[in-house]
């Protein structure tokens, strides 16, 4: 479908929708005014075409983060045990996170600049690695995770400045 056939589908389906918030409750569109309906239903119209107008802009505006040397991107839970046993009781960053995700993409340069500063960090993409995400129960991102000799010692959500993330590695 064109940008501009998904522009009149929204823009129809605003219409519906604006002719329908006008309408009285119970129903009876014949109480309501015409110049109140017509408004609200070209309103909603012009809404839904501006989105739909301005959602493959948006799309195209979003970036997964790019990781520099010293982070490692997981897929499986076999390679992340791999690098958690090889770590020798250092401690382990996990990030998970979306590329779509606001917050995700703040957080990335944190996350970046911990790895070059030579901590150990994994990385896991969650759309990538649905199996792994639901393994650690992450159910909204970005989530952290910091292992110590195998061990899970932090779990936390949300945005984490460089200097938390700093001090939750010692």
């Known amino acids: 479908m064109s940008v501009f056939a998904a522009g009149i589908a929204a823009a129809a389906i605003g219409g519906a929708a604006g002719y329908l918030l006008a309408r009285r409750p119970g129903g009876n569109t014949r109480t309501a005014s015409r110049p109140n309906l017509m ?3 070209a309103l909603g119209g012009l ?20 990781w520099h040397n010293g982070i490692t991107q997981v897929v499986s839970d076999s390679q992340l045990n791999d690098v958690i046993a090889k770590a020798d009781g250092r401690p382990v960053l996990v990030y998970f996170y979306a ?7 703040a957080m990335a340069p944190n996350v970046d600049k911990l790895a070059q500063s030579g901590r150990t960090v994994l990385v896991v993409n969650v759309d990538s690695a649905p199996r ?14 910091i292992f110590s000799a195998g061990k899970i010692q932090y779990s936390g959500l949300g945005y984490h400045s460089f200097d938390t993330l700093q001090d939750l590695m010692r």
């Open 39 to 41: 408004v609200n239903a």
């Open 47 to 66: 809404i839904g075409f501006a989105l739909a107008m301005l959602a493959p802009h948006v799309a195209a505006s979003i970036r997964s983060p790019v």
């Open 99 to 105: 590329p779509w995700c606001v917050p995700c993409n």
């Open 132 to 145: 792994l995400a639901q393994l650690y129960n992450v159910r909204s991102v970005p989530t952290i995770y």
